[in-house]
């Protein structure tokens, strides 16, 4: 199979894996990875408007921040795994995805993942705000659906405290779903 074709075999199973920890709750029809992947990426374009921060790149990099689990799967911090052997071999699926892939895309592809593990530029600490934004909603999300207030109430105590210094938007959006859960309002259509 040609390399790139391999590559896009290999995204694809992210179209299809479903999020570890919502399976692990027990989540009636848990989000792919590769869903996560895609609001994360529309909050970048769409959400947060900050002339200071390259939108673009925060746009890539939601994109392509998890595709290591292509091949790895979707490793959380319940599965006993240590944070640096899961960057190791998370490292080591970014090079085999990227050896894929011509050399300016690996290149980027490369630079985006390191960047966002690093966490130290405005843009990857915006991703990561996001990346934690995005799990409470959607726990909030599979609350009301599946009719159970609270149950998913560890995902908001593990992100609480990380997410207390977020980007300004994304703390003014959290404060909204805050409010929303602690009224148990609807905002699916």
Not at 9 to 25: A, E, F, M, P
Not at 165 to 183: C, I, M, Q, T
Request: glycine content about 6%; overall charge negative; charged content about 30%.
């Amino acid at each position: 199979m040609a390399p790139k074709l391999q590559f896009l075999n290999y995204v694809s199973k992210l179209k299809h894996l479903d999020r570890t920890g919502w399976v692990r709750k027990g989540v009636t029809k848990p989000e792919t990875v590769a869903g996560h992947m895609y609001r994360m990426a529309i909050m970048s374009a769409f959400l947060v408007d900050d002339p200071s921060i390259d939108m673009t790149k925060c746009i890539k990099m939601s994109i392509v921040h998890d595709i290591g689990e292509s091949i790895i799967g979707d490793i959380t911090p319940n599965d006993g795994i240590d944070e640096a052997y899961k960057n190791k071999i998370e490292t080591e699926a970014i090079e085999k995805l990227t050896g894929l892939v011509a050399s300016k895309s690996a290149d980027e592809i490369r630079q985006l993942f390191q960047e966002y593990e690093e966490g130290k530029t405005k843009e990857a600490k915006l991703v990561k705000d996001l990346d934690r934004f995005d799990m409470v909603l959607q726990a909030y999300e599979y609350e009301r659906a599946e009719g159970k207030p609270g149950f998913l109430q560890e995902f908001f105590d593990s992100t609480k405290e990380k997410l207390a210094g977020s980007h300004p938007k994304v703390k003014e959006l959290l404060l909204d779903l805050y409010k929303a859960r602690e009224n148990n309002v609807a905002f699916m259509i």
